[in-house]
């Protein structure tokens, strides 16, 4: 019992990594109707930035915001300059610009910051605590918990202010959007900008976890992707429950089925996007698919 | 030919062969030239085993050092290091470009278990030395028959592990063994070097073994098994991020089993950055072979002075990082190959020494090891000392271990 314990919570610790991500992936999703293959590594750069800033000297709680606040700029500045030349070109020419975008971003870290993993600082305690026997860290609950913060701001934003109105609505219906005088582009860029934000919020969380290193991000994304088409990729709560339900999955499935073990992890992260897309395309909380127009 | 015309080319020849000593003429194989020697290398310069790739920086800084001292009998080594990302699919072709385009005379240092393991058949086939490859897998000395261009030269991980075997046979008779690895040949290596090593107690101390794949976030779930099936003994048999990540994950659980560590990832410079994230690290135990930087005992000895001279010929090299250590003495080893074989700069005779003739004591391996090859043994070094991690540092304990004979 201790042991299934122990493991139910070792997944949500995961769990809350991979949901601090796939909330980026959301945003975006619901900005421009795509995902980004260049979120982790947007992120990752990011962390990079704030840990340069600690660096130097700068404390921590001004290096955060300002940090967020140079990825928030950079993510529009990357929507103006790389995609927004390609933004009516098709899907496929889309994927392919992000996932040349991740490796151009992995590689310009690797050039600038090295490859040696480097402690990042926490916020949070490397303590743990008990619970019913098992241990969790506070730092695993620490993401857990800004995760929370992050997708309440996102949900008020995204469905309770205008320009979230106006940001879905450029997503799902770019012309009728155009026509009642939404500057769709500029919506677009506000996407990325945000996910953008919110992407160095996860890198800076999860760093102390994972060890800050140009290739952080690399797996977590695949996780991540999980997580999104698993709580229905448009919707954000549906990726904090998404992650916290691939991290628990993947340890029970690693511990209790036979033959999966630690080799197959990532085999069942995938056999969950598989599964999702044949039985239930919208995934747990997502709306009925529309098609882009 | 008339006889003088003979005599006359006789004398030629003589003169090229006495010249070769002091600048040579004559180009006795593909790579050499009268006044250079051409050796390539592929590592891991970017992605997952990035950290490794400042290894070749540092070969790179040994035969700068050796070429501003005139070289080797007047011959210089040129060194061509190309990015393989730690990925097979593209040390094949890479090592085909040194070996076809640029005309190299051998490989030297290529590293990755899997990543040589894909280009040895090509060596083989085309008869390029692939010298003292930067990985311990054991079949690297263990199949020399079956690969006669292909030579280890750190010791094999097989042997690492029949000195832990002994250890804890030794120190813990009674240790609930669980062990963490990697589920490629490497790990897979590891392991059995241990299993084999404690014998008939294998199958009683080894409660529980666990493997992750290097693209997993974190090995917690494991050593959370581990844990629960009540282990006091941790082996983790991993790369450097997941070994710190595991040390970590252990304090964590509250757990404070003996440990473990593979020399793979016993850089001090990562055990520190453990403890920092909180792991609890005192009594750790691993092995060593070359001398670590970051030790003050060796502060006045005259292999660091000299490592130190020479790392500074690399301007990204850190001094204190144990893998470019790794890489001069390892270098080391290739001069001396290519210092005895003089005149007679062959492929087949370069490997001839390499592979049986060794008897080399290498002044950055601890006092006592000796490199090591004869025409029944290709496992150049074999012997290690058990070291133990308290306050801060490795400290050797007992005395030089030698494996040698025990992998057959």
């Known amino acids: ?45 990011a962390t990079f930035l704030a840990f340069t800033l600690i660096g130097r000297g700068m404390d921590y709680w001004i290096a955060l915001p300002l940090t967020i606040a140079i990825a928030f700029v950079g993510g529009i500045v990357i929507q103006r300059v790389v995609i927004r ?37 926490s916020p ?41 109105l106006a940001m879905r609505a450029a997503a799902h219906n770019p012309e009728a959007s155009r026509l009642l005088g939404i500057r769709v582009s500029w919506m677009l860029a506000l996407g990325w900008g945000l996910a953008s934000a919110v992407g160095a919020v996860s890198g800076i969380m999860v760093a102390p976890i994972l060890y800050l290193e140009p290739n952080m991000m690399q797996t977590v994304i695949i996780y991540a992707f999980a997580a999104a088409v698993l709580g229905g990729i448009e919707s954000p709560l549906g990726a904090v429950i998404g992650g916290l339900i691939v991290g628990v999955t993947v340890n029970l499935a690693g511990t209790y089925l036979p033959g999966v073990g630690g080799d197959l992890q990532l085999a069942v992260a995938f056999a969950i996007i598989i599964a999702v897309l044949v039985i239930r395309p919208n995934g747990l909380l997502g709306r009925r698919a529309m098609r882009r127009a | 030919m008339g006889p003088r015309l003979a005599a006359a080319a006789a004398f030629l020849v003589m003169a090229g062969a006495c010249g070769s000593s002091s600048g040579g003429t004559v180009a006795t194989d593909v790579g050499i030239t009268s006044n250079q020697i051409l050796l390539g290398n592929t590592i891991s310069q970017t992605g997952a085993a990035a950290a490794y790739g400042t290894i070749a920086n540092a070969e790179n800084a040994y035969f700068t050092y050796i070429n501003s001292k005139g070289g080797i009998n007047g011959r210089k080594i040129k060194f061509v290091i190309l990015d393989d990302a730690y990925n097979p699919a593209q040390t094949v072709p890479l090592t085909k470009q040194l070996v076809e385009q640029n005309q190299v005379f051998a490989m030297f240092s290529g590293l990755g278990t899997q990543d040589q393991t894909s280009v040895r058949d090509y060596l083989n086939t085309q008869k390029v030395p692939q010298l003292f490859v930067a990985t311990g897998a054991t079949t690297f ?97 991993a790369i450097p991020k997941p070994t710190i990540q595991s040390l970590a994950i252990i304090t964590g659980l509250h757990w404070a089993p003996t440990i473990y560590v593979n020399s793979v990832s016993n850089v001090a410079t990562y055990m520190k950055l453990a403890e920092k994230s909180g792991a609890k690290i005192d009594g750790a135990i691993s092995v060593g072979y070359i001398k670590d930087p970051t030790d003050p005992q060796w502060t006045n000895d005259d292999g660091m002075k000299l490592y130190r001279q020479v790392i500074a010929n690399c301007s990204t090299c850190d001094a204190n ?17 290519l210092t005895q074989a003089g005149s007679n700069l062959s492929r087949a005779n370069v490997m001839k020494i390499a592979s049986s003739q060794l008897n080399e004591t290498n002044p950055f391996l601890l006092p006592g090891i000796t490199v090591t090859t004869t025409s029944g043994d290709h496992f150049p070094i074999m012997q290690e000392q058990v070291i133990q991690w308290t306050g801060d540092a490795w400290h050797l304990q007992g005395s030089i271990i030698n494996e040698r004979g025990t992998i057959k």
């Open chain 1, 124 to 164: 949070f305690s490397v303590q743990t605590i008990d619970i019913f026997g098992a241990a969790a860290s506070w730092q695993d609950l620490g993401v857990i918990a800004v995760s929370g913060v992050v997708l309440v701001l996102v949900f008020l934003m995204l469905q309770r202010t205008t320009v979230g």
């Open chain 2, 141 to 237: 000395g263990k199949d020399f028959n079956s690969n006669k261009w292909t030579l280890g030269w750190q010791p094999p991980y097989q042997g690492e592990s029949h000195i832990y075997a002994k250890d804890v046979l030794q120190n813990h008779p009674n240790a609930k063994i669980g062990v963490l690895y990697q589920n490629d040949d490497y790990g897979q290596d590891y392991l059995k070097g241990l299993i084999d090593g404690l014998g008939d107690k294998a199958s009683t101390m080894i409660v529980d073994k666990e493997s992750y794949d290097v693209t997993s976030a974190s090995p917690a779930s494991q050593l959370a098994i581990l844990h629960a099936k009540g282990a006091d003994t941790v082996f983790v048999f």
């Open chain 1, 85 to 121: 030349p390609v933004e009516r070109a098709p899907v496929l020419t889309l994927v392919i610009v992000t996932l040349g975008l991740a490796t151009l971003i992995n590689g310009l870290a690797g050039f600038f910051f090295g490859y040696l993993p480097r402690l990042f600082p």
């Open chain 1, 1 to 45: 019992m201790q042991e299934f314990l122990q493991q139910v919570l070792s997944g949500i610790a995961s769990g809350g990594i991979y949901a601090s991500l796939a909330l980026a992936l959301v945003l975006i999703y619901n900005a421009m109707g795509l995902v980004n293959f260049a979120q982790g590594e947007m992120a990752m750069f």
């Open chain 2, 321 to 337: 990082n144990g893998f470019n250590i790794y890489g001069v003495a390892v270098a080391y080893t290739m001069v001396d190959v």
